[in-house]
Protein backbone atom coordinates (compact mmCIF):
# COMPACT_ATOMS: atom_id res chain seq x y z
CA UNK A 1 0.00 0.00 0.00
CA UNK A 2 1.40 3.54 -0.88
CA UNK A 3 2.55 5.09 2.33
CA UNK A 4 0.08 8.41 1.97
CA UNK A 5 -3.01 5.91 1.62
CA UNK A 6 -1.82 4.21 4.55
CA UNK A 7 -1.32 7.71 6.71
CA UNK A 8 -4.73 8.90 5.11
CA UNK A 9 -6.33 5.71 6.04
CA UNK A 10 -5.00 5.28 9.78
CA UNK A 11 -4.78 9.05 10.55
CA UNK A 12 -6.77 10.46 8.81
CA UNK A 13 -5.04 13.56 7.41
CA UNK A 14 -6.46 15.95 5.14
CA UNK A 15 -5.19 15.09 1.59
CA UNK A 16 -3.00 18.66 1.14
CA UNK A 17 -1.21 17.06 4.45
CA UNK A 18 -0.69 14.38 3.12
CA UNK A 19 2.50 14.74 1.27
CA UNK A 20 4.43 17.01 3.50
CA UNK A 21 4.15 14.47 6.12
CA UNK A 22 5.18 11.77 3.77
CA UNK A 23 8.55 14.20 2.37
CA UNK A 24 9.67 13.75 6.14
CA UNK A 25 9.91 10.25 5.92
CA UNK A 26 13.38 8.81 4.40
CA UNK A 27 14.20 4.92 3.14
CA UNK A 28 16.30 3.00 5.30
CA UNK A 29 17.36 -0.62 4.22
CA UNK A 30 18.00 -3.05 6.73
CA UNK A 31 19.71 -6.37 6.55
CA UNK A 32 18.59 -9.46 7.93
CA UNK A 33 20.04 -9.75 11.68
CA UNK A 34 20.97 -5.85 11.77
CA UNK A 35 19.19 -3.63 14.36
CA UNK A 36 17.31 -0.89 14.10
CA UNK A 37 17.38 -0.05 17.91
CA UNK A 38 19.52 -1.32 20.77
CA UNK A 39 18.54 -1.57 24.40
CA UNK A 40 20.47 1.59 26.19
CA UNK A 41 20.39 3.52 22.55
CA UNK A 42 18.11 6.72 22.73
CA UNK A 43 15.64 6.53 20.06
CA UNK A 44 16.23 9.40 17.67
CA UNK A 45 13.52 8.08 14.70
CA UNK A 46 10.45 6.40 13.65
CA UNK A 47 10.30 4.14 11.19
CA UNK A 48 7.33 2.46 9.15
CA UNK A 49 7.97 -1.07 7.81
CA UNK A 50 6.99 -1.21 4.17
CA UNK A 51 8.62 -5.09 3.94
CA UNK A 52 10.19 -7.56 6.31
CA UNK A 53 9.75 -8.42 9.79
CA UNK A 54 11.16 -6.68 12.73
CA UNK A 55 11.44 -8.40 15.84
CA UNK A 56 11.11 -5.73 19.33
CA UNK A 57 12.55 -7.67 22.11
CA UNK A 58 14.39 -7.23 25.90
CA UNK A 59 17.13 -8.81 27.57
CA UNK A 60 15.80 -10.49 31.00
CA UNK A 61 19.00 -12.34 32.54
CA UNK A 62 19.46 -14.88 30.87
CA UNK A 63 17.00 -14.74 28.34
CA UNK A 64 15.09 -12.93 25.41
CA UNK A 65 11.54 -11.63 25.79
CA UNK A 66 10.08 -11.20 22.80
CA UNK A 67 7.16 -8.39 22.80
CA UNK A 68 6.01 -8.16 19.17
CA UNK A 69 7.36 -9.03 16.13
CA UNK A 70 6.44 -5.76 13.47
CA UNK A 71 5.27 -7.03 9.52
CA UNK A 72 4.55 -4.30 6.94
CA UNK A 73 2.27 -1.65 7.74
CA UNK A 74 3.29 -1.37 11.59
CA UNK A 75 5.43 1.36 12.88
CA UNK A 76 8.72 0.78 14.74
CA UNK A 77 9.76 2.80 17.57
CA UNK A 78 10.63 2.22 21.50
CA UNK A 79 8.00 5.07 22.01
CA UNK A 80 8.90 6.29 25.28
CA UNK A 81 12.73 6.38 24.13
CA UNK A 82 11.54 8.57 21.18
CA UNK A 83 8.83 10.75 23.22
CA UNK A 84 10.79 11.67 26.35
CA UNK A 85 14.50 10.97 25.12
CA UNK A 86 15.62 8.53 27.51
CA UNK A 87 17.60 5.11 26.83
CA UNK A 88 15.61 2.81 25.02
CA UNK A 89 14.62 -0.55 26.56
CA UNK A 90 13.58 -2.44 23.42
CA UNK A 91 16.29 -4.32 21.15
CA UNK A 92 14.96 -4.12 17.68
CA UNK A 93 16.39 -6.52 15.12
CA UNK A 94 15.29 -7.01 11.49
CA UNK A 95 14.21 -10.48 10.90
CA UNK A 96 14.55 -10.58 7.37
CA UNK A 97 16.14 -7.83 5.06
CA UNK A 98 13.48 -4.94 5.51
CA UNK A 99 12.73 -1.36 4.02
CA UNK A 100 11.33 1.42 6.04
CA UNK A 101 10.52 4.81 5.68
CA UNK A 102 11.75 6.76 8.78
CA UNK A 103 10.76 10.14 11.01
CA UNK A 104 13.74 11.85 13.03
CA UNK A 105 12.69 13.69 15.81
CA UNK A 106 14.07 17.20 14.09
CA UNK A 107 11.92 16.29 11.40
CA UNK A 108 8.73 15.05 13.44
CA UNK A 109 9.46 18.62 15.30
CA UNK A 110 8.88 20.24 11.80
CA UNK A 111 5.61 18.15 11.08
CA UNK A 112 4.19 19.09 14.58
CA UNK A 113 4.91 22.84 14.09
CA UNK A 114 3.71 22.64 10.41
CA UNK A 115 0.58 20.03 10.24
CA UNK A 116 -2.45 21.57 12.39
CA UNK A 117 -3.79 17.80 12.74
CA UNK A 118 -0.29 16.36 13.69
CA UNK A 119 -1.90 16.84 17.46
CA UNK A 120 -4.68 14.99 16.52
CA UNK A 121 -2.92 12.11 14.66
CA UNK A 122 -0.19 11.95 17.84
CA UNK A 123 -3.17 11.12 20.18
CA UNK A 124 -4.87 8.42 17.90
CA UNK A 125 -1.10 6.93 17.24
CA UNK A 126 -0.65 6.51 20.98
CA UNK A 127 -4.42 5.79 21.85
CA UNK A 128 -3.94 2.42 19.05
CA UNK A 129 -0.77 1.63 20.83
CA UNK A 130 -2.12 1.47 24.39
CA UNK A 131 -5.12 -0.16 22.75
CA UNK A 132 -3.01 -2.91 20.96
CA UNK A 133 -1.13 -3.14 24.72
CA UNK A 134 -4.05 -3.46 26.52
CA UNK A 135 -5.52 -6.53 24.35
CA UNK A 136 -2.24 -8.27 24.85
CA UNK A 137 -2.32 -8.14 28.64
CA UNK A 138 -6.22 -9.27 28.15
CA UNK A 139 -5.33 -12.02 26.23
CA UNK A 140 -2.13 -13.15 28.38
CA UNK A 141 -4.76 -12.96 31.81
CA UNK A 142 -8.21 -14.42 30.71
CA UNK A 143 -6.88 -16.90 27.45
CA UNK A 144 -5.08 -20.26 27.99
CA UNK A 145 -1.88 -21.05 26.03
CA UNK A 146 -4.17 -22.50 22.78
CA UNK A 147 -6.39 -19.34 22.51
CA UNK A 148 -3.40 -16.84 22.22
CA UNK A 149 -1.73 -19.01 19.68
CA UNK A 150 -5.29 -19.35 17.72
CA UNK A 151 -5.70 -15.68 18.16
CA UNK A 152 -2.25 -14.82 16.94
CA UNK A 153 -2.43 -17.05 14.14
CA UNK A 154 -6.06 -15.54 13.25
CA UNK A 155 -4.07 -12.28 13.24
CA UNK A 156 -0.68 -12.84 11.12
CA UNK A 157 -0.17 -16.72 9.80
CA UNK A 158 2.62 -15.60 8.50
CA UNK A 159 4.57 -14.92 10.89
CA UNK A 160 4.26 -18.90 12.04
CA UNK A 161 6.60 -20.27 8.93
CA UNK A 162 8.50 -17.00 8.66
CA UNK A 163 9.81 -16.64 12.32
CA UNK A 164 11.63 -19.14 14.61
CA UNK A 165 9.38 -20.95 17.24
CA UNK A 166 11.26 -19.32 19.98
CA UNK A 167 10.45 -15.62 19.43
CA UNK A 168 6.84 -16.74 18.72
CA UNK A 169 6.88 -18.76 22.26
CA UNK A 170 8.46 -15.95 23.85
CA UNK A 171 5.72 -13.65 22.57
CA UNK A 172 3.02 -15.65 23.19
CA UNK A 173 3.88 -16.32 27.20
CA UNK A 174 4.48 -19.96 26.57
CA UNK A 175 7.86 -22.05 26.60
CA UNK A 176 8.98 -23.26 23.10
CA UNK A 177 7.58 -27.10 24.08
CA UNK A 178 4.39 -25.49 25.30
CA UNK A 179 4.38 -23.77 21.23
CA UNK A 180 5.65 -27.40 19.40
CA UNK A 181 2.90 -29.57 21.69
CA UNK A 182 0.28 -26.75 20.37
CA UNK A 183 1.19 -26.89 16.89
CA UNK A 184 1.43 -30.61 16.39
CA UNK A 185 -1.80 -30.53 18.15
CA UNK A 186 -3.59 -28.14 15.62
CA UNK A 187 -1.90 -29.75 12.63
CA UNK A 188 -3.49 -32.71 13.87
CA UNK A 189 -6.49 -31.54 14.10
CA UNK A 190 -6.90 -30.56 10.50
CA UNK A 191 -6.02 -33.87 8.70
Same mark, same amino acid.
Given at each position: ??????????? @?? !?????????????????????????? @?????????????????????????????????????????????? =?? !?????????????????????????? !???????????????????????????????????????? !??????????????????????????? =??????? @????
Amino acid at each position: MEFEVYLQRYF @GF !AAQDLHAIAAHFAPLTLKKHSFYLRE @GEYAHRLGFLRSGMIREFLTDGEQEVTKWIATPGYFVVDLASFLFD =RP !ARWNMQALADCELLVLDREAYEQIRR !AVPGWAEAEKTFIARCFTVLEERVVHHLSLSAEQRYDALF !AMAPELFTQVPLQYLASMLGMKPETLS =RIRKKQS @GSTS
